[in-house]
T-cell receptor
Protein backbone atom coordinates (compact mmCIF):
# COMPACT_ATOMS: atom_id res chain seq x y z
CA UNK A 1 0.00 0.00 0.00
CA UNK A 2 2.10 2.86 -1.32
CA UNK A 3 0.40 6.04 -0.17
CA UNK A 4 3.28 8.31 -1.17
CA UNK A 5 4.79 7.94 -4.62
CA UNK A 6 7.82 9.47 -6.26
CA UNK A 7 7.58 8.28 -9.83
CA UNK A 8 10.95 9.55 -11.01
CA UNK A 9 13.80 7.46 -9.62
CA UNK A 10 16.37 9.92 -10.93
CA UNK A 11 16.77 13.45 -12.22
CA UNK A 12 19.78 15.17 -13.76
CA UNK A 13 20.08 18.95 -14.13
CA UNK A 14 22.77 21.44 -14.99
CA UNK A 15 24.27 23.63 -12.28
CA UNK A 16 22.43 26.92 -12.00
CA UNK A 17 19.20 25.58 -13.49
CA UNK A 18 16.00 24.68 -11.65
CA UNK A 19 15.46 21.20 -10.19
CA UNK A 20 11.85 20.09 -9.81
CA UNK A 21 11.14 16.96 -7.80
CA UNK A 22 7.60 15.60 -7.74
CA UNK A 23 5.57 13.58 -5.28
CA UNK A 24 2.00 12.22 -5.36
CA UNK A 25 -0.07 10.88 -2.49
CA UNK A 26 -3.33 9.00 -2.20
CA UNK A 27 -4.43 9.56 1.40
CA UNK A 28 -6.57 12.72 1.60
CA UNK A 29 -6.14 12.69 5.39
CA UNK A 30 -2.47 13.63 5.15
CA UNK A 31 -2.07 17.12 6.56
CA UNK A 32 1.67 17.58 6.83
CA UNK A 33 4.30 17.06 4.17
CA UNK A 34 8.08 17.07 4.34
CA UNK A 35 11.10 16.70 2.14
CA UNK A 36 14.24 14.97 3.36
CA UNK A 37 17.63 14.84 1.69
CA UNK A 38 19.97 11.87 2.04
CA UNK A 39 23.66 11.67 1.24
CA UNK A 40 25.41 8.27 1.03
CA UNK A 41 26.29 6.75 4.41
CA UNK A 42 24.22 9.37 6.23
CA UNK A 43 20.70 9.41 7.58
CA UNK A 44 18.01 11.53 5.93
CA UNK A 45 18.13 15.19 6.94
CA UNK A 46 15.10 17.44 7.10
CA UNK A 47 14.94 20.00 4.30
CA UNK A 48 11.57 21.75 4.22
CA UNK A 49 7.96 21.12 5.18
CA UNK A 50 4.46 22.37 4.44
CA UNK A 51 1.15 22.16 6.23
CA UNK A 52 -2.02 21.35 4.33
CA UNK A 53 -3.40 24.81 5.11
CA UNK A 54 -0.74 26.34 2.85
CA UNK A 55 0.04 25.89 -0.82
CA UNK A 56 3.59 27.18 -0.80
CA UNK A 57 6.54 27.35 1.59
CA UNK A 58 9.87 28.88 0.77
CA UNK A 59 13.28 28.60 2.45
CA UNK A 60 16.15 30.13 0.56
CA UNK A 61 16.74 28.20 -2.65
CA UNK A 62 14.10 25.62 -1.74
CA UNK A 63 10.36 26.00 -2.32
CA UNK A 64 7.70 23.37 -1.76
CA UNK A 65 4.34 23.62 -3.54
CA UNK A 66 1.24 21.71 -2.47
CA UNK A 67 -1.77 21.07 -4.71
CA UNK A 68 -4.33 19.38 -2.46
CA UNK A 69 -6.94 18.85 -5.17
CA UNK A 70 -4.41 16.95 -7.26
CA UNK A 71 -2.79 15.34 -4.21
CA UNK A 72 0.55 16.47 -5.52
CA UNK A 73 3.52 18.30 -4.11
CA UNK A 74 6.76 19.40 -5.64
CA UNK A 75 10.13 20.67 -4.48
CA UNK A 76 11.84 23.37 -6.49
CA UNK A 77 15.54 24.07 -6.06
CA UNK A 78 16.76 27.29 -7.65
CA UNK A 79 19.55 27.62 -8.55
CA UNK A 80 20.73 24.03 -8.34
CA UNK A 81 24.25 23.43 -7.04
CA UNK A 82 26.48 20.34 -7.27
CA UNK A 83 26.22 19.98 -3.48
CA UNK A 84 22.49 19.40 -3.90
CA UNK A 85 23.23 16.03 -5.49
CA UNK A 86 21.57 13.52 -3.16
CA UNK A 87 18.50 11.32 -2.82
CA UNK A 88 15.38 13.32 -1.96
CA UNK A 89 12.51 11.70 -0.08
CA UNK A 90 9.00 13.04 0.10
CA UNK A 91 7.11 12.19 3.32
CA UNK A 92 3.57 12.73 4.55
CA UNK A 93 1.66 12.25 7.78
CA UNK A 94 -1.75 12.79 9.28
CA UNK A 95 -2.35 14.03 12.79
CA UNK A 96 -0.90 11.70 15.40
CA UNK A 97 0.03 9.04 12.90
CA UNK A 98 3.21 7.67 11.46
CA UNK A 99 5.09 9.24 8.58
CA UNK A 100 4.94 7.64 5.13
CA UNK A 101 7.86 8.02 2.75
CA UNK A 102 8.17 7.83 -0.99
CA UNK A 103 10.86 5.69 -2.62
CA UNK A 104 13.08 8.70 -3.30
CA UNK A 105 14.46 10.56 -6.31
CA UNK A 106 18.19 10.67 -6.94
CA UNK A 107 19.14 14.19 -8.04
CA UNK A 108 22.41 14.77 -9.88
CA UNK A 109 23.50 18.35 -10.48
CA UNK A 110 26.19 18.55 -13.13
CA UNK A 111 28.81 21.33 -12.97
CA UNK B 1 25.50 18.67 20.50
CA UNK B 2 25.50 15.03 19.42
CA UNK B 3 22.85 14.08 16.94
CA UNK B 4 21.18 10.70 16.71
CA UNK B 5 23.69 7.89 17.07
CA UNK B 6 23.14 4.26 16.14
CA UNK B 7 25.17 1.15 16.78
CA UNK B 8 26.48 -0.96 15.30
CA UNK B 9 26.93 0.50 11.80
CA UNK B 10 27.00 -2.89 10.13
CA UNK B 11 25.88 -6.33 11.21
CA UNK B 12 25.87 -9.76 9.61
CA UNK B 13 23.58 -12.48 10.93
CA UNK B 14 22.25 -15.81 9.74
CA UNK B 15 18.64 -16.87 9.33
CA UNK B 16 16.90 -17.71 12.57
CA UNK B 17 19.19 -15.63 14.73
CA UNK B 18 18.18 -12.66 16.84
CA UNK B 19 19.58 -9.14 16.62
CA UNK B 20 19.51 -6.00 18.78
CA UNK B 21 20.10 -2.54 17.36
CA UNK B 22 20.67 0.50 19.52
CA UNK B 23 19.85 4.18 19.22
CA UNK B 24 20.64 7.29 21.26
CA UNK B 25 18.37 10.21 20.43
CA UNK B 26 19.39 13.79 19.84
CA UNK B 27 19.90 15.65 23.09
CA UNK B 28 16.59 16.90 24.46
CA UNK B 29 14.42 14.59 22.36
CA UNK B 30 12.01 12.23 24.07
CA UNK B 31 10.52 10.27 21.17
CA UNK B 32 12.22 7.59 19.11
CA UNK B 33 10.94 6.04 15.90
CA UNK B 34 12.39 3.11 13.99
CA UNK B 35 12.29 2.62 10.23
CA UNK B 36 13.32 -0.14 7.86
CA UNK B 37 14.71 0.92 4.48
CA UNK B 38 15.05 -1.79 1.89
CA UNK B 39 17.28 -1.23 -1.13
CA UNK B 40 15.71 1.22 -3.57
CA UNK B 41 12.82 2.01 -1.23
CA UNK B 42 11.93 4.75 1.17
CA UNK B 43 11.98 4.24 4.95
CA UNK B 44 9.05 2.20 6.28
CA UNK B 45 7.75 2.93 9.76
CA UNK B 46 8.20 0.10 12.26
CA UNK B 47 7.16 1.68 15.58
CA UNK B 48 7.51 4.70 17.81
CA UNK B 49 8.40 4.92 21.49
CA UNK B 50 7.44 7.68 23.85
CA UNK B 51 7.69 7.64 27.65
CA UNK B 52 9.03 4.09 27.46
CA UNK B 53 5.91 2.82 25.73
CA UNK B 54 5.23 1.76 22.16
CA UNK B 55 2.74 4.39 21.00
CA UNK B 56 2.35 3.56 17.31
CA UNK B 57 3.20 0.56 15.20
CA UNK B 58 3.49 0.03 11.47
CA UNK B 59 2.73 -3.11 9.52
CA UNK B 60 5.51 -5.28 10.93
CA UNK B 61 5.20 -8.72 12.57
CA UNK B 62 5.65 -9.36 16.27
CA UNK B 63 9.18 -10.59 15.56
CA UNK B 64 10.03 -6.88 15.65
CA UNK B 65 10.00 -5.50 19.16
CA UNK B 66 11.56 -2.60 20.93
CA UNK B 67 12.26 -0.86 24.14
CA UNK B 68 12.86 2.67 25.36
CA UNK B 69 14.92 3.36 28.45
CA UNK B 70 14.45 6.17 31.00
CA UNK B 71 17.25 8.15 29.32
CA UNK B 72 15.17 7.98 26.07
CA UNK B 73 17.62 5.69 24.27
CA UNK B 74 16.03 2.78 22.47
CA UNK B 75 16.61 -0.71 21.18
CA UNK B 76 15.12 -2.57 18.24
CA UNK B 77 15.02 -6.35 18.52
CA UNK B 78 14.32 -8.70 15.65
CA UNK B 79 13.80 -12.40 16.35
CA UNK B 80 13.92 -15.38 13.98
CA UNK B 81 15.66 -13.39 11.28
CA UNK B 82 14.61 -13.91 7.67
CA UNK B 83 16.56 -13.13 4.52
CA UNK B 84 14.01 -10.41 3.82
CA UNK B 85 14.99 -8.59 7.01
CA UNK B 86 18.19 -7.48 5.31
CA UNK B 87 17.93 -3.69 5.15
CA UNK B 88 19.12 -0.39 6.54
CA UNK B 89 17.50 0.26 9.91
CA UNK B 90 17.08 3.92 10.73
CA UNK B 91 16.35 5.48 14.07
CA UNK B 92 14.82 8.94 14.26
CA UNK B 93 14.26 11.14 17.28
CA UNK B 94 11.91 14.04 17.83
CA UNK B 95 10.27 16.18 20.46
CA UNK B 96 6.60 16.03 21.41
CA UNK B 97 6.02 12.75 19.60
CA UNK B 98 7.17 14.33 16.39
CA UNK B 99 3.98 16.24 15.80
CA UNK B 100 6.05 19.07 14.39
CA UNK B 101 6.80 16.48 11.76
CA UNK B 102 10.52 17.02 11.93
CA UNK B 103 12.43 13.92 12.85
CA UNK B 104 16.20 13.71 13.08
CA UNK B 105 17.72 10.54 11.70
CA UNK B 106 20.80 8.58 12.56
CA UNK B 107 23.06 7.14 9.88
CA UNK B 108 21.50 3.72 10.32
CA UNK B 109 22.54 0.14 10.93
CA UNK B 110 22.93 -2.00 7.85
CA UNK B 111 21.79 -5.53 8.63
CA UNK B 112 22.66 -8.41 6.32
CA UNK B 113 20.96 -11.75 6.90
CA UNK B 114 22.66 -14.71 5.22
Amino acid sequence: DQQVKQNSPSLSVQEGRISILNCDYTNSMFDYFLWYKKYPAEGPTFLISISSIKDKNEDGRFTVFLNKSAKHLSLHIVPSQPGDSAVYFCAASEWNNDMRFGAGTRLTVKP
Amino acid sequence: DAGVTQSPTHLIKTRGQQVTLRCSPKSGHDTVSWYQQALGQGPQFIFQYYEEEERQRGNFPDRFSGHQFPNYSSELNVNALLLGDSALYLCASSLDRGRSGIQYFGAGTRLSVL
